[in-house]
């Protein structure tokens, strides 16, 4: 019985391991697939990838699978799993889908919003406008203020399923931005973009502030699209709608 205990017991004082190696080997994962690293329909193989990730074939097995959960990596039956594809018409889908649910959960965090969500939001702002312009070297941490940014203009939204699925689209929004930061010749003033969304939403104005976040979430996928319809850009694997 107190073998049985002491066993249990270890097991217990493991799982917070295990879980935080599964995590971060989920996190490194989606980072790389993200920033193009691991390539759109690439092969995911457990058994080179343990030793790149530097983590067990089981733990691996787990991050992979939290991955096809959010739809960045598809499953092949059997036969295991691959990096999800890329294509203009996902782009599009998910660019929609974001627009409208996150517009609106603007208007209603703005209506909502109090001191704290006030302050949250100009700490987030100071941030973010401190690693602005983009540098190529700082861009993963830049990527980490936007997120939280953005967060912050959607705190006083009092709906966690609204920000849980708009984190999932966010993810996938992040894949397609990687490439279009790559497209020569592409003129934007990100800051100015989030200046005016900042400054509105600061103000109550939620009508104005919904306008201006949506011409922000839309001005990726368009700039990506019009380079790749033009032949200016290109992505590993990406299906092109053929213009008629």
Known sequence: MAKRALLQALDD???P?????IEQAYERLRDDIIEG???PGEKLRVEHLKDRYGVGAGTLREAITRLASDALVVTEGQRGFRV???ALEELEDVTNLRVQIETEALRRSIRAGDAAWRAALEQAWAALSAEEPIAPERRSAWEQLNLRFHEALLGGCASPWTLRVLRLLTRHS????SYA???PGSVRD???EHQAIFEYAMSGQDARAALALEAHIRSTPDLLIKALREGRASL????TAQED
């Open 37 to 39: 690293l691991l390539l």
């Open 181 to 183: 930061m790559q497209v």
């Open 236 to 239: 590993p694997g990406c299906i």
């Open 84 to 86: 999800a594809p890329i």
């Open 17 to 21: 391991i295990v879980r935080t190696l």
């Open 174 to 177: 992040e894949r397609y931005r």
């Open 190 to 192: 990100v800051h100015a």
């Open 13 to 15: 004082d493991a799982q």
